[in-house]
């Protein structure tokens, strides 16, 4: 991601800071819609999905999930934000043919969250916050087909009235690369949470961009918002681009129309859409088939009670207790599926070579398949067992390898392989040193090179003799051999 790091870029009359800022759109997991009792199952036949409410039917009521408010408060505790026990539904105007009300249901001036906090995580290993400003529910609006005819354009409602928070960020982020690292980390948090399932290529994750340049120190400069990015890549190219052209713009003594953009993802350019609507346009009013929204604090308070341990509290946790470098432990907290199965690999083991194993065979052997931790190529008992082998010097970590390798293969445990094998480790010193008295009496040459003080031999020797045993010479064993053989 280096390419995505630099926070300046230096134009022909000096230096310019990006000042980037979020708007993610987050699809809640709930069995039914916001204001409906409709299904949200991703990937269903057109239209199968749309109850009266969905179609905006002259007369249908909305009524409140209460899920999809549990889902937003667990949400903001998540980002240790301000929870409103009070807030309002508004009517945001406008047309869409995908929106069968002409309103979307959103909230505005009082949403159900306040102000919070993500903590980044940066290569370099600096941490960084970055303020959210609010997060609100609001329904998602329908899908225009527009590939299924060569004249018309379908229209699937499935989505429509779909519970979505809108989780805006301050403008706190100063390169693609902390945009990048923002939108992982959140992503990391819905998921825990299970409020969210973050899958960007689905659509229920979807980000507008806030980009603008200044002087660096100087005030923000107008800004541009490119519009319902799907990936975290695209977001990254489309700040790198959109800051380049403000610059090049501003450089050339022009000024930035405030206005939203899209960014299309084959040429990597980002064009106009439309001049940038303000808030009035919308003509924004509470929606009166709805009752602000109320729920009391102890209700809070027992929702926080349902929060799973979060990554940065399990980060913490894995350096602190475990003993982890930072690295490592923020790796295995990424996914929590990939903690769980760390953490079962680590029960009652050295808990660094567990790490080593995890991110190093096992994570190589997971992309090689099918890349989904609930379904891993060895499981976490049989590379705990591994583990074992190990540590109690049944086998040498080079022997592991190669018994790791016919775990994935076979299914088998290490024990069994070990065994059917023939690999385990060889100690004994007597047959060591038989060996030991071999090879060096069939490189007499290098024995006396060595000792005319070609030190670095010393490392030949110890590869002859693993190779005669086919690694299964206890490393150790034989160095201390070779030493007393050579320079005793
Ligand atoms: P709107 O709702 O009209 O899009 P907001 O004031 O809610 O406007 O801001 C939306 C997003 O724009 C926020 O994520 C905010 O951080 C970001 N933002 C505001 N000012 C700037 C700026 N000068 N440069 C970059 N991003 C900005
Ligand atoms: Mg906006």
């Given at each position: 991601m280096n390419d995505f790091a630099s926070r300046i870029i230096q134009g022909a009359t000096g230096d310019w800071e990006m000042v980037i800022g979020l708007e993610v759109h987050a699809q809640v997991i709930s069995n039914a819609k916001l204001f409906s009792g409709a299904a949200t199952a991703f990937g269903a036949e057109p239209n199968s999905q749309v109850s009266l409410v969905d179609a905006a039917m002259p007369g249908m009521l909305p009524v409140i999930n209460e899920k999809c408010v549990e889902q937003a408060v667990r949400t903001g505790l998540g980002l240790k934000a301000r929870i409103n026990t009070f807030s309002v539904f508004d009517r945001k105007n406008y047309f869409y043919p995908d929106l069968p009300q002409g309103y979307q249901i959103s909230q505005y001036l009082q949403p159900v969250v306040g102000e919070g906090i993500i903590t980044i995580d940066l290569p370099d290993g600096e941490s960084r916050e970055i303020g959210i400003t609010r997060l609100h529910l609001e329904q998602d609006a329908g899908k225009s087909l527009h590939d299924q005819d060569p004249n018309s354009t379908y229209i699937d409602l499935n989505r429509s009235g779909v519970a979505l928070m809108e989780i805006v960020s301050e403008p706190d982020m100063r390169s693609p690369e902390e945009a990048g690292a923002y939108l992982r980390k959140l992503r990391t948090i819905l998921r825990y949470l299970g409020t969210c399932d973050g899958n960007m290529e689905e659509g229920s994750m979807r980000a507008d961009v806030n980009v603008s340049v200044r002087r660096p120190g100087e005030e923000f400069g107008t800004r541009c918002e490119i519009k319902n990015v799907n990936s975290i890549r695209f977001v990254q190219q489309a700040i790198v681009y959109e800051a380049q052209r403000q610059v090049d713009i501003l450089e050339e003594g022009g000024s930035i129309d405030q206005e939203t953009r899209l960014f299309d993802a084959n040429t990597g350019v980002t064009r106009s859409m439309r001049s940038k609507e303000e808030a009035h346009d919308y003509r924004y009013f509470p929606d009166p088939d709805l009752l602000p929204l109320t729920f009391t604090q102890e209700w809070v308070d027992s929702l926080m009670d349902t929060l799973p341990e979060l990554p940065d509290a399990k980060k913490q946790r894995f350096i602190d207790?475990?003993?982890?470098?930072a690295y490592d432990a923020g790796v295995l907290v990424a996914e929590k599926e990939t903690a769980d199965f760390y953490e079962q690999v680590a029960e009652g083991r050295d808990a660094k070579i567990a790490a080593n194993w995890v991110m190093g065979e096992f994570f190589s052997a997971l992309n090689a398949s099918s890349g989904d931790i609930t379904q891993p190529p060895v499981s976490a008992g049989n590379l705990g067992g591994l583990i074992d082998l190990i540590t109690d010097g049944t086998i040498s970590g080079r022997i592991a390898k190669q018994v790791f390798e016919a775990m994935v293969e076979s299914g088998k445990d290490a024990g069994t392989i070990v065994e059917e094998k023939g690999l385990k480790q060889v100690s004994d010193t007597g047959a060591i040193e038989a060996q030991v008295d071999e090879i060096l009496a069939a490189n007499g040459d290098k024995v006396e090179e060595y000792r005319g003080g070609k030190d670095k031999l010393f490392g030949f020797f110890v590869g002859q003799v693993m190779k005669a045993t086919q690694g299964k010479a206890n490393p150790k064993v034989v160095n201390e051999i070779l030493r007393k053989k050579l320079d005793g």
């Open positions: 207790d475990l003993g982890l470098p």
